[in-house]
């Protein structure tokens, strides 16, 4: 059972490009979340996804980010317009149910974005 | 103020030291709490979950919390060269019903053979 994938593992990008991060979770998992970890900064929470539905975006910049998790294929972070601030890596993370109870979240080995 | 402080460290111990790592936190609404282990490079790995005061063990890993003051560890026994790594504290609210967790910045631990 492979574990949380997510690519590319690194990506470079100028200023003002697009960044295209990909997660496929655990087989049988439906529930995905990001998180980013930016230098020097533990990590934060971006956004929850179920499968076609956006749960909560609430640490998501209201600009530029945008999340889906389509019925097909895997999660995608979208970052439009990149800037030198989004430097980070980008971990995304899986579950079965959700529930907080006694349930892991699986994370991937992140995806490291370098704004040129 | 951060809703979870943990120290960055580093901290570096002999190997067969007892290791401690705290963090406290601030907001009573977190009800779950975790550790845990990230390596270089890779995504975090969950050690150790519990829900109650009191202390869990595993192995050479016992978590502790303290709800009266908010305050969690964990204590690595018999450290090996293989548990460096940074060690982040983890929570989550009683609400919402699913894992939006609320991590510590992580501490740096190096163990030297």
């Known amino acids: 059972n492979a574990g949380v994938m997510q690519n590319p593992r690194h990506l470079v990008r100028r200023r003002g490009q697009e960044a295209r991060l990909r997660c496929s979770p655990m087989?049988?998992?439906?529930?995905v979340y990001w998180y980013r970890q930016l230098p020097e900064e533990g990590l934060k929470f971006m956004v929850y996804l179920q499968k076609e539905n956006i749960i909560d975006e609430s640490g998501m910049p209201k600009e530029r980010f945008s999340a889906e998790f389509p019925k097909e294929g895997p999660s995608i972070l979208r970052i439009q317009q990149v800037v030198r601030g989004d430097s980070a890596a980008y971990f995304c993370?899986?579950?079965?149910?959700?529930?907080?109870?006694?349930?892991?979240?699986?994370f991937g080995s992140g995806t490291q974005l370098s704004v040129l | 103020q951060k809703e979870v402080e943990q120290d960055p460290g580093p901290l570096s111990v002999p190997e067969g030291a007892i290791v401690s790592l705290n963090c406290t936190y601030s907001?009573?609404?977190?009800?779950?709490f975790m550790w845990y282990r990230q390596y270089s490079r890779k995504g975090p790995e969950l050690l150790m979950y519990?829900?109650?005061?009191g202390n869990k063990e595993d192995g050479r890993f016992t978590a502790q919390v303290d709800k009266s003051s908010k305050y969690i560890s964990l204590f690595i026994r018999d450290s090996q060269p293989s548990d460096s790594a940074t060690y982040l504290c983890?929570?989550?609210?009683?609400?919402?019903?699913?894992?939006?967790?609320?991590f510590g910045i992580g501490t740096k631990l190096q163990v030297i053979p």
């Open positions: 519990t829900y109650s005061s």
């Open positions: 983890a929570v989550v609210p009683f609400s919402g019903g699913y894992q939006k967790v609320t």
């Open positions: 087989k049988g998992h439906s529930h």
């Open positions: 907001n009573s609404a977190f009800q779950y």
């Open positions: 993370a899986s579950s079965p149910t959700g529930q907080p109870t006694n349930e892991k979240l699986f």
